[in-house]
């Protein structure tokens, strides 16, 4: 199967999870998950339609960026741990962030977004440590509104939701109260009026996330095969 292929069937994977959680048809968005895969297979999902793209390292974000710059509707989504000091790099490219965790990084996120000229806000997803300390990444639920309110403050970034990364589960059933969980915090932080937007599931378990409410998936492995090996 080509990448072309692989993205109808998880773009169907979509369609008939929305249909089965009675959700209405496309509200759920795509996110091509393209860390580790060559420029190339990009270009050949954004032929086949594909629009929005998740990467994971500030330097590969940034390299393939510039290499695809002729692609004019191509959205960057950055949706790995971001160190502050890579935070500049990464900003000019992104119409997304998904992976707030700290205080410190929302104020370089936002001092780097005001100074971008000509572009709206940064739009900024929280990432919170939805199981607690086995977590790596991600902010601890009891400082959650803090961060919130310090995204707020930051006219460079508009706050518009929450992100998880569950831990690996057996089967996917077993991610279901995680993200049950992170529509939960959603609803006792303002609910959807204030945290539009959920980017949970991947490959594994996106049927999952789009019943518990997701409203960004962002699937890998599915579209582009098995990753390479990170190297360097
Ligand atoms: C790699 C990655 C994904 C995609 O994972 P797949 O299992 O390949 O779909 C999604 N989200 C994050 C945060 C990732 O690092």
């Known amino acids: 199967m080509n990448v072309a292929e692989r993205?109808?069937?998880?773009?169907?994977?979509?369609?008939?999870?929305e249909e089965l959680a009675g959700r209405a048809p496309q509200s759920v968005r795509l996110i091509a998950v393209s860390k580790l895969q060559p420029v190339a297979a990009i270009r050949e999902a954004y032929a086949?339609?594909?629009?929005?793209?998740?990467?994971?390292?500030?330097?590969?974000?940034?390299?393939?960026?510039?290499?695809?710059r002729d692609l004019p509707e191509l959205h960057w989504h950055f949706i790995g741990h971001l160190q502050r000091n890579k935070a500049r790099l990464v900003v000019p490219h992104l119409d997304m962030i998904h992976t707030i965790d700290s205080l410190?990084?929302?104020?370089?996120?936002?001092?780097?977004?005001?100074?971008?000229?000509?572009?709206?806000?940064?739009?900024?997803?929280?990432?919170?440590?939805?199981?607690?300390?086995?977590?790596?990444?991600?902010?601890?639920?009891?400082?959650?509104?803090?961060?919130?309110?310090?995204?707020e403050a930051e006219p460079g970034l508009e706050l518009c939701g929450l992100m998880c990364v569950p831990p690996v589960t057996r089967t996917p059933e077993e991610a279901r109260p995680h993200f049950d969980a992170l529509r939960a915090l959603r609803d006792t932080h303002g609910g959807s009026q204030r945290l539009p937007e959920l980017s949970m599931g991947m490959t594994a378990d996106l049927e999952v996330a789009i019943e518990a409410g997701a409203t960004l998936v962002r699937v890998g492995t599915a579209i582009f095969g098995p990753r390479p090996e990170r190297s360097g």
């Open 104 to 151: 410190p990084l929302t104020q370089e996120l936002g001092r780097r977004a005001a100074q971008q000229k000509g572009s709206g806000p940064l739009r900024a997803l929280v990432e919170v440590s939805i199981a607690g300390e086995a977590e790596k990444s991600g902010c601890a639920i009891e400082d959650l509104e803090a961060v919130l309110r310090a995204v």
């Open 7 to 17: 993205l109808a069937r998880a773009r169907e994977r979509m369609r008939h999870a």
């Open 48 to 68: 086949a339609g594909q629009r929005d793209f998740g990467e994971n390292y500030a330097q590969e974000l940034t390299r393939k960026a510039e290499e695809l």
